[in-house]
């Protein structure tokens, strides 16, 4: 069974850092490409960040290059994203997602590019 967990988020003063983690089970993460999203409020689902398995190349929204950082520990079946100098509007749940089929990004991508996700963890970033 594909599962997806995330977990590493939490309450963060503005200027904090977190590191979220996504540990996968049931297949082996090191062959597909995982991609990050969030979703804030109201708001549309939006990429973060991919990672690619076959050339591990990596992808960024323009919001978050520079200041977020995609991943990979194969040993572990763990995709991490961590996060730098958040600011307020990054406050949202993040969700990390795979697709079993593609293990290049070439970019940062759709939700509609996605089939499996995990449950997603809440990040906020407020003084």
């Known amino acids: 069974q594909v599962q997806l967990v995330e977990s590493g988020g939490g309450l963060v003063q503005p200027g904090g850092s977190l590191r979220l983690s996504c540990t996968a089970s049931?297949?082996?993460?090191?062959?597909?490409?995982i991609g990050w999203f969030r979703q804030a409020p109201g708001k549309e689902r939006e990429g973060v960040s991919c990672?690619?398995?076959?050339?591990?190349?990596?992808y960024y929204a323009y919001s978050v290059k520079g200041r977020f950082t995609i991943s990979r520990d194969n040993a572990k079946n763990t995709v991490y994203l961590q996060m730098n100098n958040l600011k307020p509007e990054d406050t949202a749940v993040y969700y990390c997602a795979t697709d079993l089929n593609w293990n290049y990004c070439g970019g940062v991508r759709s939700r509609y590019d996605y089939t499996y996700w995990g449950q997603g963890t809440q990040v906020t970033v407020s003084s």
């Open positions: 049931g297949f082996t993460l090191d062959y597909y490409r």
């Open positions: 990672t690619s398995s076959i050339d591990s190349s990596t």
